[in-house]
């Protein structure tokens, strides 16, 4: 990383690196920007590579926002918009870029050193959440095939289709009112709180968490009316992830020694799993919600009625949460 400070009327340049030759360059008679730092007129991809926290750094030991800054003369003032200038040229068209390149490089490098403290049980989950999610994705990038279940007056809609190796698979598609900020907090900030506004859940339980992304999690759901599916359980790994404005929450079927099968419930199987959430294209201030789901309830059901119960799941789930966002955090009773 590169530091900038300024001493007496002389800017310097520390590198952790090249500390020596920084220095050497700052006590030129004919010091410039580009001859104080020679290292920052390599290629933008070197400098993007090496300096992701120049612009922070600078500000920060640099002092731009102090009022002695705004009255420098001389060659002080000079370094400082010559610095300017550079961080500009590496920004690209706009700032948002060298952003955008910020966030991803810190993002891997954080992911890259958690990955490094985690044991082999725990990199096991990281991995199945990863792979709930890509999957998830490929499912739902692939629009063609998809038969429609149930569509209500209000636009939400409910499709499925079959797929190899998996079975039927149901994708749940509305919009809904509220941000998409709060209702990832809701459904993943206040995962354990579901059982409080949904009647088709008893209960969720957060067994691990692993890093910021990554946990076990064990749910109960209720048995449907007329007691036609009883009541299921399932552990599960899920995955949560914000990709600028889309957030994810991924899962499927796991095993966790903290939660061996359950007497009185039937241990179901889910996966891959996956809520998708991103700023309406109508209007930024509602969400685009879909909700891929794939179960196997186990047992001796037949396969109309999964598909009915899995279906209308999907649109309760919608009302549900609807309901829960407008009436602010009042508990919904189940008749």
């Not at 549900?320 to 009436?327: E, I, P």
Request: glycine share 6%.
């Amino acid at each position: 990383m590169v530091q900038f400070y300024l001493r007496g009327d002389e800017p310097v340049a520390l590198y952790d690196w090249d500390y020596k030759g920084a220095e050497k360059a700052s006590r030129s008679s004919d010091t410039t920007f580009t001859s104080l730092c020679p290292y920052f007129t390599r290629s933008p991809s070197f400098v993007r590579r090496n300096f992701i926290m120049l612009p922070a750094t600078f500000k920060l030991c640099a002092g731009i926002s102090y009022r002695h800054m705004r009255n420098m003369t001389g060659l002080r003032k000079n370094a400082m918009i010559a610095i300017h200038h550079e961080l500009n040229k590496l920004s690209g068209p706009g700032p948002s870029a060298w952003i955008r390149h910020v966030r991803r490089r810190s993002s891997l490098l954080s992911s890259r050193i958690e990955e490094e403290t985690y044991n082999e049980a725990e990199q096991c989950y990281v991995q199945q959440g990863q792979e709930a999610l890509q999957k998830s994705i490929s499912i739902l990038s692939d629009q063609d095939g998809w038969q429609t279940e149930i569509e209500t007056a209000n636009g939400d809609k409910v499709m499925s289709k079959v797929l190899p190796d998996i079975g039927k698979v149901f994708k749940l598609e509305v919009v809904l009112e509220q941000q998409t900020d709060d209702l990832y907090e809701e459904l993943v900030e206040n995962m354990e709180q579901m059982g409080e506004w949904n009647p088709n859940v008893k209960r969720v339980k957060i067994l691990q968490k692993i890093g910021p992304e990554t946990m076990i999690t064990h749910e109960v759901s209720a048995e449907t009316p007329g007691n036609v599916v009883g009541p299921r359980d399932f552990v599960s790994v899920r995955c949560a992830k914000r990709r600028g404005s889309t957030c994810f929450l991924a899962g499927m079927s796991t095993q966790h020694p903290g939660m061996p099968e359950q007497r009185g419930f039937v241990r179901a199987e889910n996966g891959p799993t996956c809520i998708v959430m991103r700023p309406s294209a109508d209007d930024p201030n509602k969400t685009k919600f879909t909700w891929l789901l794939s179960l196997d309830l186990k047992g001796w059901i037949p396969k109309t009625v999964i598909n009915r119960v899995l279906s209308q799941t999907q649109v309760d789930f919608a009302n549900h949460l609807r309901h829960r966002m407008t009436s602010g955090g009042e508990a919904v009773i189940a008749c």
